[in-house]
């Protein structure tokens, strides 16, 4: 099955700088990788997806690469603000969507005033 | 609002005594997951469901059940728990809009089993 490797596991910024996430998966067949970000006694909240037919995506101060021939994934988010400290989870699948997603253990963001 | 609600929230049990977590969705969402969050392992995907009577198994299974017979709702039944199940649970749901989805989770329900 897919497995889902994630780093850093805890990753602290100065606010205002630039934060990186990556994540590297296995299953060459998966062809969508979501990130979610969870806020302490919240739920995942979807912030940005990326297919396996775009190498680039973008949403005001989050994108997100994907290198398909390498197998990784990447989260940027610019202009660190501190709301952005949560847990961000990457995920993929196979399927074209939810049906079996495998997600990445997490990296705790810290923005530091 | 559109939302996913699970009851309930917090709930303490002892090994053996069924119980069922509910899961529901005012979005008319056509997929619906269950996850368990545990430290330092993440989300895993219990079950999931891509509509009315048609489920799957995630990653995690073992122990658990689900029905959908109703396109809303999508409990999470634990026959005979056991402590290996106390665990953090997030239902979600989704849909797809050509290649375009977004899943909703719930608030999430804590479970302790003794």
């Known amino acids: 099955g897919e497995n889902v490797e994630q780093h850093p596991s805890t990753l602290s910024v100065q606010e205002g700088d630039s934060a990186v996430i990556k994540c590297t998966y296995s299953?060459?067949?998966?062809?969508?990788f979501p990130w979610y970000k969870q806020e302490l006694g919240k739920g995942p909240q979807l912030i940005i997806d990326i297919r396996s037919n775009v190498g680039e995506k973008k949403d005001q101060r989050i994108a997100v690469t994907l290198n398909k021939t390498a197998k990784h994934f990447s989260l940027h988010i610019t202009e660190t603000q501190p709301e952005d400290s949560a847990v961000y989870f990457c995920?993929?699948?196979?399927?074209?969507?939810?049906?079996?997603?495998?997600f990445g253990k997490g990296t705790h963001l810290i923005i530091q005033p | 609002e559109a939302q996913v609600t699970q009851n309930p929230r917090y709930l303490i049990t002892v090994t053996g005594k069924k119980l069922t977590v509910t899961c529901s969705q005012n979005m008319n969402h056509e997929y619906m997951s269950w996850y368990r969050q545990d430290p330092g392992l993440g989300l895993r995907q219990i079950y999931y469901?891509?509509?009315?009577?048609?489920?799957d198994k995630g990653d995690v299974p073992e122990g658990y059940k689900v029905s959908r017979k109703e396109k809303r709702n999508f409990p999470l039944i634990l026959e005979s728990p056991s402590p290996n199940q106390t665990s953090l649970y997030f239902c979600?749901?989704?849909?797809?809009?050509?290649?375009?989805?977004?899943?909703?989770f719930g608030p999430g329900t804590r479970l302790l089993v003794l």
């Open positions: 979600a749901s989704s849909f797809r809009r050509g290649r375009q989805e977004t899943q909703y």
């Open positions: 299953d060459s067949a998966s062809n969508y």
């Open positions: 995920a993929a699948s196979s399927g074209g969507g939810a049906d079996g997603l495998t």
């Open positions: 469901s891509m509509n009315v009577e048609v489920t």
